[in-house]
């Protein structure tokens, strides 16, 4: 299927003072409306060095790349124009072609024509955004990983198997002279062995969610017991207000970090204690600091020497995490007490010295590998998610039918939807409100 699209043009660098701006053209006209500006004649496979100009006079002095269709981004001939980076050069070259014939392309419309020309499927059109959007190394290696195939890859291998299977079965109905019917514990086997792939993946889709929006971490412990200090020493920079004052934190304050590659979300909690409190506000914040255990992966628990009875109290709203105690102000208070109901592998840290910080990020990133597998190389989004579950819904289904002795051509129409809900994930079976969703959280130049 060849689609006809009308010319587009966008900036497709940030808006911002910069030493170089990119404008990209796609569609027939590309080549005709760059001519029509370019001081010199394009040479394909060449870069072009020459000037923009308009009414014989030199807007700016520009590299241009041309690339003829099918060998672009978008599949169609495609010209991209590095100029200088000043906003003012960007859009006089911008207003300039559009008057030649070419439009503002709308959001993600770059990549949604590279998925319309046949050049990437939908999940690898996904993963260009995730790799924009990504915030840590690990999440743009693995979006990088998507964008050539690797999820493609994964999914192909499980409806290539049901497809094959679909069609014995259906071969087997309408020819049954000819075609052997297809046994049922074959049908069951190769179901099963799916469903596995299947929950293989939906399995990983929380390390998936680790890796691109980062894992929470937060602070918690009695009053000046050390946590904004820590945060601060954390962060590396004085991000929340220290003093000796009991309750100076009085709302949760979240902030990011980067450790080796993987994204956490260090949050500091207000300090938690027992006596009676008359500070409307500090009561909210000892609630918000209970709520942020609840919805934290990773939970610092910090004291000073030995665990008091407000420690243990605490310690039980924090019984379901991952938790690593933490001994603070190692520079006063040297030595851990023995009286600490057989807690192991406690840190010591020191906020003024730094000291076991960089013990501390160790222990934190043990931690993060064991929420995310080696194996973690790539990653799915909600939308495919929810296909994978119908598809193993369907098989389950076709299992289910098999068991109960049901025939093959009332249970082929599950097999058959199993196929378009893993075809929804590449974009073979889709709608345009699907299209239009997935490409609207593009930018302009994407």
Not at 130 to 155: T, V
Not at 196 to 209: E, Q
Not at 367 to 387: A, G
């Amino acid at each position: 299927m060849e689609n006809n699209f009308d010319t587009i043009v966008a900036i497709i660098t940030p808006i911002a003072h910069g030493a170089v701006g990119i404008i990209r053209i796609s569609g027939d006209k590309a080549y005709d409306i760059a001519q029509r500006i370019f001081s010199r004649p394009i040479k394909p496979k060449m870069i072009n060095y020459g000037h923009i100009v308009s009414d014989n006079q030199k807007i700016d002095e520009v590299i241009l790349l041309p690339f003829k269709s099918p060998h672009s981004y978008t599949g169609e001939d495609v010209i991209e124009i590095q100029c200088h980076g000043s906003y003012v050069i960007l859009d006089e070259i911008l207003n300039i072609i559009i008057s030649k014939g070419a439009r503002i392309a709308q959001k993600g419309e770059f990549t949604k024509r590279a998925f319309l020309n046949h050049r990437i499927d939908l999940s690898q059109a996904e993963a260009v955004l995730d790799i924009i959007e990504s915030k840590s190394q690990k999440s743009a290696h693995n979006a990088l990983n998507n964008l050539g195939g690797y999820l493609k890859q994964k999914i192909n291998i499980i409806k290539s198997d049901i497809t094959e299977l679909y069609s014995k079965i259906i071969a087997s109905v309408d020819f049954p002279e000819d075609v052997q019917e297809v046994d049922n514990e074959t049908v069951v086997t190769i179901c099963n062995d799916n469903i596995s792939k299947i929950d293989d993946i939906i399995n990983n889709s929380k390390s998936h969610d680790f890796i691109r929006d980062g894992i929470s971490a937060c602070l918690i412990g009695k009053p000046n017991v050390g946590k904004s200090s820590l945060f601060n020493a954390l962060l590396n920079y004085n991000r929340a207000i220290v003093t000796d004052i009991a309750g100076t934190t009085r709302d949760t304050i979240k902030e990011t970090l980067n450790i080796d590659g993987y994204l956490i979300n260090f949050i500091d909690t207000a300090g938690i204690r027992n006596e009676n409190i008359s500070d409307k506000v500090e009561q909210i914040g000892i609630q918000n600091s209970i709520s942020t255990i609840e919805d934290s992966d990773i939970v610092l628990f910090l004291f000073e020497k030995n665990l008091s009875e407000i420690d243990k109290n605490l310690l039980e709203k924090a019984k379901n995490k991952k938790i690593i105690f933490t001994k603070t102000k190692s520079d006063i208070y040297p030595y851990v007490s023995t009286d600490n109901d057989n807690i192991t592998n406690i840190i010591s840290v020191s906020s003024v010295t730094n000291g076991g910080i960089n013990d501390l990020k160790c222990a934190i990133l043990k931690i993060i590998k064991e929420f995310i597998p080696n194996d973690t190389n790539y990653t799915t989004n909600m939308r495919q998610i929810s296909c994978l579950k119908a598809a193993k819904n369907y098989l389950q289904n076709v299992v289910e039918a098999v068991n109960l002795g049901d025939f093959c051509d009332l249970y082929s129409n599950d097999l058959k939807s199993a196929i378009m809900s893993l075809g929804e994930i590449s974009g073979e079976v889709l709608t345009d409100t699907i299209l239009d969703d997935i490409f609207s959280n593009f930018c302009i130049g994407k």
